[in-house]
């Protein structure tokens, strides 16, 4: 009686610790890789911290001459902020229509399809080579089909007015990943919805706007908020396609970080304007969910619901 | 639905006006890349090269390591997708299949970690790296997938909580012991989504151009990536070898892509329900 006991007690005890050992190597990871280094960069960012040489504690020193005594923190950040504006919106909604052109059942689309991902698993550098390319002003070749448009080309890397836009296109360049994902949502929507309206009298611009948008409104929501993250972060194609020029009009925030960090060293002063960044995001994805109870269509939370209660019934 | 011939004339045009701005950057990647010197300096651009030279591609290739940045690029790639595979569904499973305190928190902390800007811990890490010794090594681009990536656990998990709890349980009765079960039952079925995560890393990895920007100084010790930005940043002018690696590298990649488009169209859906 006792040994049994002393069994399952045991076994219970095995199979208590048997979950922690599966999720181990992410809690190393996580401690190691993650909440150190989180932790050790808001330390950082109190101290005056040069890359060779002793430390200082200066309080909120780095905040204060962030926001008070350096320019270059607002050009920055307003240059970004209107990247993002212009990339999100412009990014989405090209991605929406890519989207929905391949749904549409014609002869050939897995190929359009393949070709409007494809450039989406290029590196960052092959894309700023190959858009370098393209974009220079006395060689490339898309002023010169321009020209022939009776269009002329602006000096697209030169121009501070032009070098933000070439991002911009740039960056476009890889909207295949958000297309696959409005797409997988347009399509798992289900025909009968369509059929039924188009016996109401429906047209297809009108299926479109009391359909397919209130039911990928979640999937929306979603795009938006990893696109406004990627574009405020936005460094490799500033880095290899401007340098942040012409006249630092494309000096992004990610690159005022990286260069305060590793080309004038001041480690501390990098962690405040990281920190910086981090909390505006963190304000900014609790904005945008907020928001989302008056535009993310109902039914999916319905059905949302529904999914949740079947996974407490497997528990 | 009737497709008439003036609706399918409209939608070939719009696609292949898309398909323009996608595909002809590629196209005039390898026109230039097969130019003479003299072609790529004329104007008006030549869209045809007299006599396309195939050997630019091997001139360029032996202009600079470029095998040694392949190999290292390699050597980083498969380690981490092997890293990412056995950790994440270690993991997924852990988060999928049991019950423990504290899960829920642990969870939502592994999903927060995906919101972390990236320059916030470059700076402690590189120190650590540093401290480690490991700066201008390989390792802080490899050893870190061996402890998972949030957005891998979170897709193989999604994939794991979809299969009925008999299963385990009929094997328990059985008397497997539960890394067994893992082992024998489970990741058999996780094929798939463990291809996606392997196609996803590949792609993600090889064309990851600032974790080596930082941790590596050497030359011998540069990825493909690093290795083609540093070459176009010192012969600025040298564009067709520049051109004709730049094809180089995003072949490794396209040719991943070709063979799992399946699991990629069908994997990103499942990332986001």
Not at chain 1, 86 to 95: D, K, Q, S, T, Y
Not at chain 1, 221 to 229: A, K
């Given at each position: ?7 399952q ?21 996580f ?6 280094p989180?932790?050790f ?5 109190l ?24 320019p270059?923190?607002y050009d920055s ?17 090209v ?8 749904t ?19 590196s ?22 321009l ?11 030169i121009d501070?007015?032009w070098?933000?836009v ?5 960056s ?16 798992g929507?289900?025909?009968?919805m ?16 009391s ?6 409104t ?12 990627a ?15 012409p006249?630092?009009?494309?000096y992004f925030?990610?690159?005022f970080v ?6 004038h ?8 304007n ?42 | 639905?009737k497709?008439?011939r003036?609706?399918k004339f409209?939608m070939?045009?719009i ?23 003299m072609?790529v ?9 007299d006599i396309?030279?195939?050997?630019n591609?091997?001139d360029?290739w ?6 040694t940045?392949?190999k290292?690029s ?7 997708t092997?890293?990412?595979l ?8 852990g ?5 423990f305190?504290y899960?829920?928190l ?5 999903l927060?970690?995906?919101?972390i800007?990236?320059?916030?811990t470059m ?6 790296f ?5 700066i ?14 949030a957005?891998?656990?979170?897709l ?7 299969i009925?709890?008999?299963?385990e ?7 497997a012991?539960?890394?067994?079960i ?6 058999p ?22 974790g ?9 010790k ?6 083609l930005a ?11 070898p520049?051109?004709a ?15 799992a488009?399946?699991?990629i169209?069908?994997?990103?859906s499942?990332?986001?329900?």
């Amino acid at each position: 009686m006792f040994t049994k006991k002393n069994k399952q007690k045991k076994f219970t005890l095995v199979r208590k610790r048997v979950p922690f050992l599966f999720i181990l190597p992410w809690i190393i990871g996580f401690i190691v890789f993650t909440l150190g280094p989180l932790a050790f960069s808001l330390i950082m960012s109190l101290f005056d911290w040069p890359i060779a040489g002793e430390a200082k504690f200066i309080g909120f020193d780095n905040f204060i001459k962030m926001f008070t005594a350096d320019p270059q923190f607002y050009d920055s950040l307003s240059i970004t902020l209107k990247f993002a504006l212009i990339f999100v919106p412009l990014n989405l909604l090209v991605a929406l229509v890519l989207a929905l052109l391949i749904t549409q059942p014609i002869k050939g689309i897995k190929i359009f399809r393949t070709i409007f991902y494809l450039p989406a698993v290029v590196s960052g550098v092959a894309v700023s080579i190959i858009w370098g390319w393209m974009f220079n002003s006395e060689y490339g070749v898309l002023n010169y089909i321009l020209s022939l448009l009776g269009i002329e080309g602006p000096n697209w890397l030169i121009d501070p007015k032009w070098a933000i836009v070439t991002i911009v296109i740039a960056s476009a360049w890889g909207v295949g990943t958000m297309m696959l994902i409005f797409y997988t949502d347009i399509k798992g929507i289900p025909n009968e919805m369509y059929e039924a309206a188009a016996i109401d009298g429906a047209g297809p611009i009108r299926q479109f706007i009391s359909i397919t948008i209130p039911t990928i409104t979640p999937t929306i929501l979603f795009n938006v908020i990893t696109s406004v993250i990627a574009a405020l972060q936005q460094l490799t194609l500033v880095l290899l396609l401007t340098g942040g020029g012409p006249l630092k009009s494309t000096y992004f925030y990610g690159l005022f970080v990286y260069n305060n960090a590793f080309k004038h060293h001041e480690l501390g002063y990098a962690s405040a304007n990281a920190w910086f960044m981090f909390i505006i995001i963190l304000l900014l994805t609790m904005l945008i969910f907020k928001s989302s109870s008056a535009w993310v269509f109902y039914e999916a939370e319905v059905k949302k619901e529904k999914k949740e209660k079947k996974g407490g019934k497997r528990k | 639905m009737k497709m008439t011939r003036k609706y399918k004339f409209i939608m070939y045009s719009i696609l292949v006006l898309f398909s323009l701005y996608f595909l002809f950057p590629f196209i005039w990647a390898l026109i230039t890349a097969l130019k003479s010197e003299m072609e790529v300096f004329s104007f008006p651009p030549k869209f045809i090269p007299d006599i396309p030279l195939f050997s630019n591609f091997m001139d360029a290739w032996n202009s600079q390591p470029f095998g040694t940045y392949f190999k290292n690029s390699m050597i980083v790639t498969v380690l981490t997708t092997i890293g990412q595979l056995i950790s994440c569904s270690l993991v997924a499973y852990g988060f999928a299949r049991y019950e423990f305190k504290y899960k829920n928190l642990l969870f939502m902390l592994l999903l927060s970690t995906m919101m972390i800007p990236w320059d916030v811990t470059m700076i402690p890490l590189y120190m650590e790296f540093n401290m480690f010794g490991w700066i201008n090594t390989l390792k802080p681009l490899i050893v870190p997938a061996f402890f998972g990536s949030a957005y891998n656990i979170f897709l193989l998990r999604q994939f794991l909580m979809n299969i009925p709890k008999d299963l385990e349980n009929a094997a328990r009765i059985d008397g497997a012991n539960e890394f067994q079960i893992f082992y024998k039952i489970f990741l058999p079925i996780m094929k798939a989504p463990l291809t996606l995560i392997a196609v996803l890393n590949i792609i993600l990895v090889w064309n990851d151009y600032l974790g080596p920007l930082i941790y590596l100084n050497d030359q011998s010790k540069y990825t493909m990536a690093l290795g083609l930005a540093s070459f176009q940043g010192v012969h600025e002018l040298q564009i067709i070898p520049i051109m004709a690696m730049t094809l180089v590298m995003i072949i490794p990649p396209v040719i991943v892509f070709a063979f799992a488009q399946k699991y990629i169209v069908e994997g990103i859906s499942g990332s986001i329900k």
